[in-house]
């Protein structure tokens, strides 16, 4: 890859400057011309190169000129001072070379940044070139003699103290050890040493010892059986972990427990509801009927009255007791008589809310009729009509579906 890229560099004969990635000391442009190449980033990181120029532009017209190869990104141009921005340059690596151009007007002079800042979108490296023409000025004087003072760099392949990958995580090596010249009192050191006493040590027999050592371990084993159980009794028991079942206490019977679901109340203050079944008008009889009833119960009283005022008046014959019978105390028995048949034979007063109902009409087409005696309430809320009868139905709909409500006789 190096190799590719220094030839690049020949074949193409442009000046190469040094770059800086810092916007606060952007490289100094001493000539109208500025090229460089971006190294392909490892796969997996998606990080932009960015490189920072300066360079003076005069009043009028400043001409850039562009062209790249392999080169995915954007090309800016702004003012050092307020970071006013002027132009900017989109650039897509479709094309294998894209060339391109872009004029900026300055109405004052003043110092411009250019900022090139973009990636290989593979494995080769981007290139790109930038000329400058027209009010373009370049840096002179004691800034552009500060263009080779840039810190040193080291390659990938020499003795870096911290190397990273792509995310930035250190990447831990293993020093490789330098051999060390051994001097003269090492080697003294690390020679073998005879040791006269280690000698006469492998001379001896040895064996005959070892037995007899063995078979005394044996005897005093033999000889006091219960040191090991005092032994294993000393020593701290280890901790037992006792399972229980939590649903064991459940296998018990399960008492009855008697709950009272209407509360604080006794069943002797619970209200009843009861239900009133009304006979439709339909089969209802006509009021001409009962008109008819009472008109013959008056008719029959009055012909009782007339017979009675036909017959002669009587008196019963004395009782044994001597009080005499008064015809007074009859006629007012005559007459309470009529008013109590008359209070029964009288039908029960009409409901006139009996005659009212409450028609709701369906967009579709469904209808809703019930007596107003049957329904307790009628409201709007939030868009549902909701509607309540004396059974504890409740009924809602929503409003947009109603067609038309009213109440009628």
């Given at each position: ?55 003076n ?18 090309i ?37 940044i ?39 760099i ?22 490789p ?83 009272d ?36 119960e ?69 209808r809703?009729?019930?007596p ?19 059974d ?18």
């Amino acid at each position: 890859m190096k190799a590719f890229v220094a030839f690049a560099f020949l074949l193409s004969g442009l000046p190469a400057f040094a770059q800086s990635n810092d916007q606060n000391f952007p490289t100094p442009v001493t000539s109208n011309e500025v090229s460089g190449v971006i190294p392909a980033r490892p796969i997996g990181d998606p990080r932009l190169t960015t490189y920072y120029f300066v360079f003076n532009g005069n009043r009028g017209d400043v001409f850039l000129n562009i062209v790249t190869t392999n080169f995915k990104g954007e090309i800016d141009v702004y003012t050092e001072r307020g970071l006013d921005p002027r132009t900017k340059i989109t650039i897509y690596a479709d094309n294998p070379e894209r060339e391109t151009g872009r004029v900026v007007y300055q109405r004052r002079p003043e110092k411009l940044i250019l900022r090139i800042q973009g990636r290989s979108p593979n494995d080769d490296p981007a290139t790109y070139q930038v000329k400058f023409a027209g009010s373009f000025a370049p840096i002179t004087g004691a800034a552009a003699e500060n263009t080779n003072e840039f810190p040193d760099i080291l390659d990938d392949d020499s003795d870096a103290p911290v190397k990273v990958n792509a995310v930035g995580t250190i990447i831990e090596e293993e020093k490789p050890e330098t051999p060390v010249a051994e001097t003269e009192d090492q080697r003294v050191e690390d020679a073998p040493v005879e040791d006269p006493v280690a000698e006469v040590l492998e001379e001896t027999p040895v064996a005959e010892t070892v037995d007899d050592s063995v078979d005394e371990v044996a005897e005093e084993d033999a000889a006091d059986p219960d040191e090991e159980d005092k032994v294993t009794e000393d020593r701290p028991s280890s901790p037992r972990v006792i399972i229980t079942d939590p649903l064991a206490d459940l296998e018990e019977k399960p008492r009855e427990v008697t709950v009272d679901l209407t509360g604080e109340k006794k069943a002797e203050d619970l209200s009843a509801v009861v239900t009133v079944e009304r006979v439709p008008e339909e089969t209802a009889e006509p009021e001409t009927a009962a008109e008819g009833i009472i008109e013959s119960e008056e008719i029959a009283e009055e012909e009782d009255d007339v017979a009675a005022a036909d017959d002669p008046e009587t008196t019963d014959p004395p009782e044994d007791d001597g009080k005499v019978p008064t015809a007074a105390p009859a006629e007012e028995e005559d007459e309470s008589a009529p008013a109590e048949e008359d209070e029964d034979s009288a039908p029960a007063e009409e409901n006139p809310l009996a005659r009212v109902f409450l028609k709701v009409e369906m967009k579709d087409g469904t209808r809703l009729e019930r007596p107003m005696t049957e329904v307790t309430s009628v409201n709007v809320i939030e868009g549902v009509l909701t509607i309540v009868t004396i059974d504890g139905e409740t009924r809602r709909i929503p409003i947009l579906d109603v067609l038309k409500m009213t109440i009628e006789q």
